[in-house]
């Protein structure tokens, strides 16, 4: 089973993509995408949109884990966030994909084991999990991403009808 996993956002969207073989998880891919100063909203949605397919067709993920909405103080980081949420699941359904939601503490608390776990703390179960090393870069957005797929996995781990739960847009 292929995961990716998005975080979004419209400054900086990161991706992971896990694998997971007879019980094992390996880490195929991980970024991030950033948006060009002084690039406008639309070109900024375009951009993710564009990168997030190609990720799509070069590592053919079997499932896409995305990050949940969660409310805000800030009204405008909302709708940013929900803007850029709405490219990943319009690059999810044009590839067929079954797309699965995620709420941030219930990722953590998959994932490191405690819901209010901070980035490093993630970041750190993230790189053990895949036996990843100190050396090998990866930046905070991309572990988030990378958390959101092994929770898919985990889920899936528990509950194997999950994969059946939503079948792909025709």
């Known amino acids: 089973m292929r995961v990716l996993g998005i975080d979004p956002g419209c400054a900086v969207t ?3 993509v896990v694998d997971r073989e007879q019980g094992i998880s390996r880490l195929i891919a991980a970024g991030v995408i950033r948006a060009r100063r002084g690039t406008g909203l639309a070109q900024r949605l375009l951009n993710i949109h564009r990168q997030l397919s190609d990720v799509i067709r ?11 909405s969660f ?16 490219v990943a699941l319009l690059a999810a359904a044009q ?9 941030p503490a219930e990722v953590k608390s998959t994932v490191a084991g405690y819901g209010r776990a901070d ?11 895949l036996n990843l090393s100190e050396t090998e870069a990866i930046a905070d957005d ?3 991403a990378i958390a959101l797929a092994l929770c898919h996995l985990a889920a ?15």
């Open 14 to 16: 990161g991706f992971g």
């Open 58 to 68: 070069e590592h053919c993920p079997d499932s896409i884990s995305l990050e949940r």
């Open 71 to 86: 409310v805000a103080d800030n009204v405008q980081s909302a709708f940013r966030l929900g803007e850029a949420r709405a």
């Open 95 to 103: 590839n067929r994909l079954s797309l699965f939601e995620y709420a």
């Open 119 to 129: 980035k490093a703390q993630v970041k750190f179960v993230v790189r053990r999990s």
């Open 142 to 144: 991309a572990s988030d």
């Open 156 to 170: 899936l781990r528990y509950q194997p009808s999950a994969a059946a739960q939503k079948e792909p847009p025709r």
